[in-house]
Antibody, heavy 123, light 107 residues
Framework: QVQLAQSGAEVKKPGASVKVSCKVSGKDPEYTLSEVSSHWVRQAPGKGLEWMGSFDPEDGETIYAQNFLGRVNMSVDSSTDTAYMELTSLRTEDTAVYYC????????????WGQGTLVSVSP | DIHMTQSPSTLSASVGDRVTITCQASQRIGSWLAWYQQKPGKAPKLLIYKTSSLDSGVPSRFSGSGSGTEFTLTISSLQPDDFATFYCQQYDSYPYTFGQGTYLEIK
C-alpha cells in the first residue's frame, strides 16, 4: 500500500491560514498524487468525520463541501508530487485533525489515509 | 446533501457476541456504501466497500449488506481488537458524507 506522509502539527490564531501537505513516501509507489484525486477529511476532537473536498489533478477540478466554500483551496504540486489543503480565515472550531486520502477514481472508497495533521486554532 | 444516520450511537457488547450496526441514507445511494473502523489516535481504516466487499486483510467475521437506503455492518463474533468506533460513508455523490459514528465498547 502507498505510504502517505503529512506535514506536522500546526498552532494558529483565529483569522490566520494554514496549509497542510501530503506526500507519497517510499520506493516505487503504485501511484503518485499527480495521477489520482486527493480528498481531504477532517475530524474535530471527539467528533465524527467530515469530508471537505477533493482535487483532481487530471483536469484541475476541485469539489468543495458547502461548509468550506470560499475558505479552502486544494491543489497538487506535480513537481514535488505533493498535495496541499489550505484553509483560510481560521476559527477556533477549525481545530481538528486533517487527513489526506488519495482516491483512484470516481466512486472509489477511502482505502488509504494519511496519518493526519492536527491543526489547533486558539486565541 | 445525502444525510447518513447510524444506529446505535453506542453499543456495549462482549467478546464473542454478534453485533449489527445500521446505516440509513436519506436517499438512494445504490451500493456505494463503505464502513470504516477507527481507533483512538489513528486514521480510519476501510473495512468494507461497495456495501459488502471486504477490503484486503479484513477478517471474515466482518460483513456488510443492504441496498438503496438501508445498510448494515455485522461482526459475527467480537474479538478484543474490534472495540472501536465505526463509521459508514456514502460515496455515491458529492458531497461524500459520513454517519455520526457508532462507539463499540466492551460490556
Amino acid at each position: 500500500q502507498v505510504q502517505l506522509a503529512q506535514s506536522g502539527a500546526e498552532v494558529k490564531k483565529p483569522g490566520a491560514s494554514v496549509k497542510v501537505s501530503c506526500k507519497v513516501s517510499g520506493k516505487d509507489p503504485e501511484y503518485t498524487l499527480s495521477e489520482v484525486s486527493s480528498h481531504w477529511v477532517r475530524q474535530a476532537p471527539g467528533k465524527g468525520l467530515e469530508w471537505m473536498g477533493s482535487f483532481d489533478p487530471e483536469d484541475g477540478e476541485t469539489i468543495y463541501a458547502q461548509n468550506f466554500l470560499g475558505r479552502v483551496n486544494m491543489s497538487v504540486d506535480s513537481s514535488t508530487d505533493t498535495a496541499y489543503m489550505e484553509l483560510t480565515s481560521l476559527r477556533t472550531e477549525d481545530t481538528a485533525v486533517y487527513y489526506c486520502v488519495p482516491s483512484l477514481g470516481g466512486s472509489w472508497p477511502f482505502d488509504n489515509w494519511g496519518q493526519g495533521t492536527l491543526v489547533s486554532v486558539s486565541p | 446533501d445525502i444525510h447518513m444516520t447510524q444506529s446505535p450511537s453506542t453499543l456495549s457488547a462482549s467478546v464473542g457476541d454478534r453485533v449489527t450496526i445500521t446505516c440509513q441514507a436519506s436517499q438512494r445511494i445504490g451500493s456505494w456504501l463503505a464502513w470504516y473502523q477507527q481507533k483512538p489516535g489513528k486514521a480510519p481504516k476501510l473495512l468494507i466497500y461497495k456495501t459488502s466487499s471486504l477490503d484486503s486483510g479484513v477478517p471474515s467475521r466482518f460483513s456488510g449488506s443492504g441496498s438503496g437506503t438501508e445498510f448494515t455492518l455485522t461482526i459475527s463474533s467480537l474479538q478484543p481488537d474490534d472495540f472501536a468506533t465505526f463509521y459508514c460513508q456514502q460515496y455515491d455523490s458529492y458531497p461524500y458524507t459520513f454517519g455520526q459514528g457508532t462507539y463499540l465498547e466492551i460490556k
